[in-house]
């Protein structure tokens, strides 16, 4: 790997991960109207969870339904590409959007990856569970080895 190279050339991302209470998959504009609820919903519960420190996000007065169609469309596109992967938290019983998991490069040389997730207020009980999760699925099934876990 390059050091401008986020994952190997030929590394093939994993596209789930499955716990009893929660699965991930790949985050596109099939999730839309739930994504879009379930971060509007939670938007001080996002802004106080560890990851987010810069405030810049979620936006306090939310977004429109088109710009955030247009914001799941660049994670799917950085996806495709391998620029950055996102994945949407689904409930595992009814599908619902529960949160969001976001793997991009690093804003310093310090890591190799950075590491960010939310769960919506109304699942906070999930938001160790996940981001512990997460951990234990970068160090066996992604190629870095120093990520930051923004804080956890």
């Given at each position: 790997?390059?050091?401008?190279?986020?994952?190997?050339?030929?590394?093939?991302?994993?596209?789930?991960?499955?716990?009893?209470?929660?699965?991930?998959?790949?985050?596109?504009?099939?999730?839309?109207?739930?994504?879009?609820a379930?971060?509007?919903s939670?938007?001080?519960?996002?802004?106080?969870?560890?990851?987010?420190?810069?405030?810049d996000?979620?936006?306090?007065?939310?977004?429109?339904?088109?710009?955030?169609?247009?914001?799941?469309?660049?994670?799917?596109?950085?996806?495709?590409?391998?620029?950055?992967?996102?994945?949407?938290?689904?409930?595992?019983?009814?599908?619902?959007?529960?949160?969001?998991?976001?793997?991009?490069?690093?804003?310093?040389?310090?890591y190799?990856?950075?590491?960010q997730?939310?769960?919506?207020?109304?699942?906070?009980?999930?938001?160790?569970?996940?981001?512990?999760?997460?951990?234990?699925?970068?160090?066996?099934?992604?190629?870095?080895?120093?990520?930051?876990?923004?804080?956890?």
């Amino acid at each position: 790997m390059t050091s401008d190279a986020f994952v190997p050339p030929d590394f093939d991302p994993p596209t789930s991960l499955v716990t009893d209470r929660f699965r991930l998959e790949p985050l596109g504009p099939q999730h839309n109207v739930a994504d879009h609820a379930a971060w509007m919903s939670s938007i001080e519960h996002i802004r106080a969870t560890p990851g987010y420190p810069d405030g810049d996000w979620p936006p306090p007065g939310g977004m429109s339904l088109e710009a955030n169609l247009a914001d799941l469309r660049r994670h799917a596109d950085d996806f495709t590409s391998g620029r950055g992967f996102t994945f949407t938290v689904l409930d595992p019983v009814d599908g619902d959007v529960i949160g969001c998991v976001y793997l991009y490069p690093p804003a310093s040389e310090e890591y190799d990856v950075t590491v960010q997730s939310w769960v919506r207020a109304d699942r906070a009980g999930l938001d160790v569970p996940l981001a512990t999760a997460v951990a234990n699925w970068i160090a066996t099934d992604w190629p870095w080895v120093r990520p930051d876990r923004c804080g956890r």
